[in-house]
């Protein structure tokens, strides 16, 4: 009974701290299209990352670990580039996810974990938009959102600034839509938006409004898209870095 009490009186003075316990992220990177040849190796640095910032990442490519028994010991899904998950999870194995989001779990998408080429519904619901095209590994510069200077996933950015990655072009704009901040666009003066595909013949730019990092509320859900994540070198950077950890914390909920 002593040692009993004694832990309650030292799990409150850890609260009373303000010791939170550490983030759970479960990490899915199955593919049912394009699969990008890093993800193994950006699923490493996701674990080694988390590691050094009190965040325990769990990695799978199981469908048996998304279950509603299974998600409810995780505070965030991270889809690392995994692409047409309809086609690879089925009805019934997609409906925990978003059940367990509207109660408000968290989804975090890096890069290519957005093309879902309209196989998953109501992910797609939830993101806003769905991929349509990309360009080629090149230089492009951010325009930061005037109401987004400040937060912590512009690691100090603010204005504009020059990145290195390959781009996704979208069939839509999130901008305007319920819940929704978009945080980072692309100035498609400064790069090729479209690159030469034999299959991107009827593929166009976006526009002037050709966001790349995004976050939602959806009810109690959260939901954050980085376009950052094709693989380590466009992540391993004093950006990436806290940016991924900024973005993990607020989908996660530690953040207001």
Same mark, same amino acid.
């Given at each position: 009974?002593?040692?009993?009490?004694?832990?309650?009186?030292?799990?409150?003075?850890?609260?009373?701290?303000?010791?939170?316990?550490?983030?759970?992220?479960?990490?899915?990177?199955?593919?049912?299209?394009?699969?990008?040849?890093?993800?193994?190796?950006?699923?490493?640095?996701?674990?080694?990352?988390?590691?050094?910032?009190?965040? *325990?990442?769990?990695?799978?490519?199981?469908?048996?670990?998304?279950? /509603?028994?299974?998600?409810?010991?995780?505070? =965030?899904?991270?889809? *690392?580039?995994?692409?047409?998950?309809?086609?690879?999870?089925?009805?019934?194995?997609?409906?925990? $996810?978003?059940?367990?989001f509207?109660?408000?779990?968290?989804?975090?998408?890096?890069?290519?974990?957005?093309?879902?080429?309209?196989?998953?519904?109501?992910?797609?619901?939830? /993101?806003g938009?769905?991929?349509?095209?990309?360009?080629?590994?090149?230089?492009?510069?951010? =325009?930061?959102?005037?109401?987004?200077?400040g937060?912590?996933?512009? /690691?100090g950015k603010?204005?504009?600034?020059?990145?290195?990655?390959?781009? =996704?072009?979208?069939?839509?704009s999130?901008?305007?839509?319920?819940? $929704?901040?978009?945080?980072?666009?692309?100035?498609?003066?400064?790069?090729?938006? $479209?690159?030469?595909?034999?299959?991107?013949?009827?593929?166009?730019?976006?526009?002037?409004?050709?966001?790349?990092?995004?976050?939602?509320?959806m009810?109690?859900?959260?939901?954050?898209?980085?376009? =950052?994540?094709?693989?380590?070198?466009?992540?391993?950077?004093?950006?990436?870095?806290?940016?991924?950890?900024?973005?993990?914390?607020?989908?996660?909920?530690?953040?207001?």
């Amino acid at each position: 009974m002593t040692r009993a009490i004694l832990l309650l009186g030292l799990l409150g003075l850890a609260i009373d701290l303000g010791c939170a316990r550490p983030i759970e992220v479960i990490v899915y990177s199955k593919t049912s299209w394009y699969r990008h040849p890093e993800i193994a190796r950006i699923n490493g640095y996701l674990a080694t990352l988390g590691a050094k910032h009190d965040i *325990n990442v769990s990695i799978t490519e199981s469908a048996d670990e998304l279950s /509603a028994r299974n998600l409810q010991n995780y505070d =965030l899904i991270l889809f *690392n580039n995994a692409t047409n998950l309809g086609e690879s999870l089925t009805v019934e194995e997609r409906k925990p $996810v978003i059940q367990w989001f509207k109660k408000g779990g968290g989804i975090m998408v890096m890069h290519a974990g957005i093309v879902q080429n309209g196989t998953w519904p109501e992910l797609i619901e939830i /993101a806003g938009c769905d991929f349509h095209g990309d360009s080629e590994f090149m230089e492009a510069r951010f =325009l930061v959102d005037p109401k987004a200077e400040g937060d912590p996933i512009l /690691a100090g950015k603010s204005k504009e600034f020059r990145y290195t990655a390959d781009w =996704l072009n979208f069939d839509k704009s999130v901008t305007g839509l319920p819940g $929704v901040e978009v945080l980072l666009r692309l100035d498609e003066k400064s790069y090729v938006p $479209v690159r030469d595909h034999p299959s991107y013949t009827e593929m166009k730019p976006m526009g002037d409004d050709h966001p790349i990092c995004w976050r939602r509320n959806m009810g109690d859900g959260r939901y954050f898209y980085t376009g =950052l994540g094709h693989d380590i070198k466009s992540i391993d950077t004093p950006f990436g870095r806290a940016h991924l950890l900024a973005a993990i914390r607020w989908t996660a909920g530690r953040t207001k």
